[in-house]
């Protein structure tokens, strides 16, 4: 069976995350695919879906907004999960992104699910950098790997018992 892990990353560090769940989900007996939502064509051959955005301002990035919308109908039947990435301290004290929950309805998605990022100022253009003022290293990196691997484990878990059900 396979599963799709798509993302929208603007400096690599959801995408790392995407892959660590892609690892999670091959060790748990899945074939799954990892890659940027706009390299993805087609979402027909896959057993369930994992849609991830970075998030700036707020927000997610627009082009993993336009992937839902774009695959919506060929989504109506497959399980979808969803996550962020990318505000930098606990993820519990940050509220899910109004894009994040509109896409949530869009597709039905069973869950999403915050997770803390990482922040290198060197990847960051002016404005960016103007925003996190506060941030006095040059990297911060809260991203927190068991949590990512369990989430991906329990998706594994339920796509594989809803396929033996």
């Keep these: 069976m396979r599963v799709l892990v798509a993302t929208a990353s603007r400096h690599g560090s959801t995408g790392e995350v995407a892959l660590a769940m892609g690892q999670a989900l091959r060790a748990r007996g899945l074939a799954a695919d990892v890659c940027a939502v706009d390299e993805v ?3 027909d051959d896959y057993r369930a879906v ?3 955005s970075a998030v700036y301002h707020g927000r997610w990035i627009p082009a993993a907004v336009s992937f839902a919308e774009a695959h919506a109908d ?3 039947g497959v399980p979808v999960w969803l996550f962020s990435s ?3 301290g606990d993820p519990n004290l940050h509220t899910a992104p109004a894009d994040a929950e509109a896409v949530t309805r869009l597709l039905g998605a069973r869950e999403h699910r915050t997770f803390a990022g990482r922040l290198g100022k060197q ?3 002016e404005e960016e950098r ?3 003022t506060s941030i006095q290293r040059e990297e911060v990196d809260y991203r927190d790997w068991a949590a ?3 989430w991906a484990a329990g998706i594994a878990d339920t796509v594989l018992g809803e396929a033996a059900g």
């Design 41 to 43: 064509v087609s979402v």
């Design 50 to 52: 994992v849609l991830g």
């Design 74 to 76: 060929a989504l109506a």
């Design 130 to 132: 103007a925003g996190v």
């Design 148 to 150: 990512v691997r369990r």
């Design 123 to 125: 990847d960051l253009d």
């Design 86 to 88: 990318g505000p930098v």
